[in-house]
């Protein structure tokens, strides 16, 4: 018995820290994912501009032919430990020109460490304290 709870001492804490690369693996691919599904929607929807919120890319309310550009849980904003928040921006012609979005760990120490962060120029950045980071943060 003992030797199965010294080996379950030394394996539980790798088995954490697999988790959180995985978990922070799926919250840049899913940044990407956003990043590559504005794009899209912008093209697309040439009279919204960037999408209003992360559920409009996978609804489709407000232009038809964005219907399912990203999957449904990622669209409601929390996927793999990582929560998401986006922001788009109006420019001067009532089109969202610009966005941000932000995807932090949702239990630090557990779901992930880093915090990552990108914009419509698709550089994805990052922190290594799980905080959002901003544009001055450094690039991946």
Request: contains cysteine; proline residues 5%; aromatic residues 8%.
């Given at each position: ?16 820290k ?14 990407r ?9 912008a ?13 409009e ?11 399912g ?16 928040a986006y922001t788009?921006?109006?420019?001067g ?8 979005q932000?995807?932090?760990p949702?239990?630090?120490?557990t ?10 120029t698709g ?8 905080v ?9």
């Amino acid at each position: 018995m003992a030797i199965v709870l010294i080996i379950a001492a030394i394996a539980f804490p790798n088995l954490i820290k697999s988790k959180m690369a995985a978990n922070e693996a799926s919250a840049v691919s899913s940044v990407r994912t956003i990043n590559t599904g504005e794009v899209s929607y912008a093209a697309s929807c040439p009279l919204v501009g960037f999408s209003a919120t992360l559920a409009e890319l996978n609804s489709g309310v407000a232009c038809v032919s964005s219907k399912g550009i990203i999957d449904p849980v990622l669209s409601l904003g929390v996927k793999s430990g990582y929560t998401f928040a986006y922001t788009p921006t109006a420019g001067g012609d009532a089109l969202n020109d610009s966005y941000t979005q932000t995807a932090v760990p949702a239990a630090l120490s557990t779901s992930g460490q880093r915090g990552f962060y990108s914009d419509q120029t698709g550089v994805i950045r990052y922190t290594l304290t799980g905080v959002a980071p901003t544009v001055a943060s450094p690039a991946l």
